[in-house]
């Protein structure tokens, strides 16, 4: 295992265990005892990966590396996710972990980049700002992440979470331009079958395209006409219920494709985290609400270990 991935698969346990049935009572209590367990404090909580390499920054990049933070408590003036974030420490230490270095403060912020005229302009990764206070100025930022949503830390007793983005005051895009419109068709995953649909569709859903490729793989493997003794159809293996509530045609690759990153997507913001988003993908939501966390059935967690590995070698 790679620093990248041991860092990535740290901080998956922390959100595992801050998601766990049995909590302490104060949030940041819970958050910072998961944190000190798995060895992220202080610092080094907030350091690059062990390679000392960033990781290249793009929208998918962005938005994955921010949904890494998910449940993390807020704590003003907060930088090190070991102990809580604000608003702009979330945004700074997210495009930092990507080698794109920001001002502290949103409002410090809110001139980095360039303008984005309005949201239905805006691309995963942009900065969404906004004026709450009373006195006039930029006083709140969150990272956009597509359809009307953004991931912020919002306001002391909350934590960095998935909401509605709103009406944003300013819109800023600092990302580099060939990053921001997104990978050429194929990117990674160029030999993998289907893999300009995972891009494209990873695009418009702010889902990592390796995941929407190993889903694809675990589940048919990669065979569009696939159907299952329990009666799902196509790549990515929709009930056909699931298929009509999402307006999926499961037999039809590109439907199927867009269907499965629209639904991993809304999945990833109900429950925070990838796995369980995978894990609701393959038991069903209510199953994993019921449990809390992953279901104590070999199939899934076989599932979801699986998927996790397969979309780290497409990557």
Same mark, same amino acid.
């Given at each position: ?22 909590? +302490?009572?104060?949030?940041?209590? &819970? ?6 367990? &798995? ?50 420490? /979330? ?11 920001? +001002? ?20 995963? %990764? ?9 006195? +006039? ?16 830390? $919002? ?29 050429? $068709?194929? %990117? ?24 929407? &490729? ?7 493997? /990669? ?35 867009? %269907? &499965? ?24 939501? %209510? ?8 279901? +104590? ?19």
């Amino acid at each position: 295992m790679d620093g990248l991935t041991a860092v990535h698969s740290r901080i998956s346990e922390i959100q595992s265990r801050f998601l766990a049935p049995v909590r +302490p009572t104060s949030t940041t209590a &819970a958050w910072a005892s998961a944190a000190s367990a &798995a060895g992220l404090t202080g610092a080094g909580a907030t350091a690059s990966p062990a390679t000392g390499t960033a990781s290249p920054a793009s929208e998918q990049a962005v938005v994955s590396e921010a949904r890494k933070y998910l449940g993390v408590p807020y704590l003003w003036g907060g930088t090190d996710p070991a102990k809580g974030l604000d608003c702009s420490g /979330f945004v700074q230490l997210v495009y930092g972990n990507l080698g794109v270095d920001l +001002p502290r403060t949103s409002a410090q912020q809110a001139t980095a980049g360039t303008a984005v005229a309005s949201l239905d302009s805006a691309r995963p %990764g942009d900065l969404v700002f906004f004026d709450h206070s009373s006195r +006039p100025g930029i006083d709140h930022v969150g990272i956009y992440i597509g359809e009307g949503k953004m991931i912020a830390a $919002p306001q002391a007793g909350e934590t960095v979470k998935v909401q509605d983005v709103g009406s944003p005051t300013v819109i800023r895009r600092v990302l580099p331009a060939q990053a921001a419109a997104g990978t050429a $068709p194929g %990117g990674s995953l160029a030999g993998v079958p289907y893999a300009d649909l995972f891009t494209a569709a990873g695009a418009r859903h702010a889902v990592d395209p390796a995941l929407l &490729a190993a889903v694809a793989s675990q589940e048919s493997g /990669f065979n569009a006409s696939a159907v299952s003794s329990a009666g799902a159809q196509g790549l990515m293996q929709f009930m056909p219920a699931t298929a009509r509530g999402l307006g999926v045609n499961a037999l039809d690759p590109a439907s199927a494709i867009d %269907g &499965a990153a629209r639904y991993l997507s809304q999945l990833s913001g109900q429950f925070g985290s990838t796995e369980l988003a995978l894990a609701a993908y393959n038991a069903g939501p %209510g199953t994993v609400r019921r449990h809390d966390g992953i279901p +104590p059935y070999p199939e899934t967690q076989n599932y979801v270990r699986a998927v996790m590995s397969k979309a780290e070698s497409y990557r």
